[in-house]
């Protein structure tokens, strides 16, 4: 048998790709081998099957007592707010100074989702940075190839996060005045991940600090650790009443499912978000509690625990098996089950997943239209954002029009609107909704702040 092959004939099998096998179970025996995903698993369910895990920020604060790392912390500038994790630790949320790590697949697939963001943002008068200095996680990478390394992983998580913190110098501005704020779940269950192997493995932490130290990302010859690593669904999760205090538009007749992301919160749970005021406290609150605020009907679905289908190497190697996923265990279920007008996100893989591949399904006779949006989408539409330049519900497969109607949104005049707009922005009167001059910190078209005729914390 080769070194490469897994069975006594030679013959290699990853489970992807052409060498899949049909299983040839019986209608039974499928049902058996899958009864595990029809069971109720909610945070007690978790709480009472698993021990209690350790918290690894315990961890951090001796490394950094010893001298080892350098914590960056939130701090009272960030304007934090504590939020309850599945054992009811404490998590610090920063809301305001937020150094914004962009998602590579929601600025080239879902444009609506960080517009809408930022929108909000701009709403409520936050102060952040969405400057042009970031790399892309690399985790697609790592879970949809098997090619990335932890070492690779744990180099560009570093090497992000201290580009947030020393960020505001080009500013003016002390080291640790932004904080990050992740956009994507992919990347945010990967860096939580790849913050646990870091602070419990010395052996890493010396391969990365050899790396960084070439890349000249060292805060006084010491790895930088952030104490929180934050999804931008948690900012919207503690900011829900104030976001819901600037509604426009009653969704009270709104029938939303959600779907919570596989790397949201079943890649270190311990560390996902629980609210007792949000489905009795039983499950990941984010996204459920921001549409729960706004007066929508969270409507419960038999598959609601199961993977968008997306799954990395799925997608890639057996994409018949995301669609037929995506389309039997998720969009079938929310129809007919709950009879749902939307369903809600809260990543980059499971928005386009779910709304990209309705339309196969078609030739299947399964013609599905269900509306998928992210969560940060639907708030800002129910707050005025335009349905076209801000949550751009147009780069989207599945429709929104019967959500609109459903609604009292003029979608007509709103995408007349956004016609007209799309002939100035052609014409060269483009509007932004950050000052494109404080995207670049460094590098070829840099402002010094001195020079800058805008304020350094608009």
């Known amino acids: 048998m080769s070194s490469d092959s897994n069975t006594p004939n030679g013959e290699r099998f990853t489970g992807h790709g052409p060498e899949w096998r049909d299983s040839n179970l019986s209608s039974a025996e499928a049902a058996t081998a899958t009864a595990w995903v029809e069971q109720t698993i909610n945070k007690r369910s978790m709480l009472t099957n698993k021990d209690r895990v350790h918290d690894i920020r315990e961890v951090m604060w001796e490394l950094e007592k010893d001298g080892e790392i350098i914590v960056h912390r939130v701090t009272d500038q960030h304007d934090p707010v504590i939020a309850k994790t599945l054992y009811g630790w404490d998590k610090k949320i920063p809301t305001n100074q937020l150094w914004h790590h962009k998602s590579c697949g929601q600025c080239g697939n879902i444009p609506g989702y960080p517009a809408s963001l930022l929108w909000l943002m701009n709403q409520h008068d936050i102060r952040y940075l969405d400057e042009t200095d970031q790399t892309s996680c690399t985790a697609w990478n790592y879970h ?71 890349l000249g990302r060292l805060i006084d010859g010491k790895l930088l650790i952030p104490e929180e690593i934050v999804h931008y669904s948690e900012w919207l999760h503690v900011m829900r009443h104030k976001i819901a205090e600037r509604q426009v538009i009653d969704c009270s007749n709104v029938r939303a499912t ?98 990209k591949n309705q339309w196969i399904g078609k030739a299947e006779g399964m013609d599905y239209d269900l509306p998928i949006l992210a969560d940060a989408q639907f708030a800002a539409l129910m707050c005025g954002a335009h349905p076209y330049k801000i949550v751009q519900s147009h780069w989207h497969a599945s429709s929104t029009e019967k959500l609109y109607d459903k609604i009292g949104l003029d979608w007509q005049k709103a995408k007349a609107e956004f016609e007209d707009y799309l002939k100035k922005v052609e014409a060269g009167e483009q509007e932004n909704l950050y000052d494109p001059r404080r995207m670049i910190t460094g590098g070829p078209g840099y402002v010094k702040p001195e020079n800058r005729k805008i304020e350094a914390t608009t």
């Open 144 to 214: 949809g190839s098997g090619i990335g390394n932890i070492e690779s992983l744990a180099a560009v998580f570093l090497r992000n996060f201290h580009q947030a913190y020393v960020s505001a110098k080009a500013e003016g501005l002390p080291e640790g005045y932004y904080y990050p704020l992740v956009h994507c779940g992919t990347s945010f269950g990967n860096y939580k991940e790849v913050r646990e192997f870091l602070l419990l493995s010395s052996t890493l932490r010396e391969k990365v600090k050899a790396i960084l130290g070439k």
């Open 258 to 355: 959600i779907h919570p992301a596989c790397h949201v919160y079943k890649m270190i749970p311990q560390d996902v978000i629980y609210d007792d005021d949000v489905l009795g406290g039983d499950r990941v609150a984010v996204s459920t509690g921001i549409i729960q605020s706004l007066g929508a009907q969270v409507i419960d679905y038999s598959t609601w625990y199961d993977c968008c289908g997306f799954g990395f190497r799925h997608i890639i190697s057996e994409r018949e098996f995301t669609r037929s996923y995506a389309m039997d265990r998720k969009i079938k279920v929310a129809v007919d089950e709950a009879n749902s007008d939307i369903m809600i996100g809260h990543d980059t893989g499971c928005i386009t997943t779910l709304d």
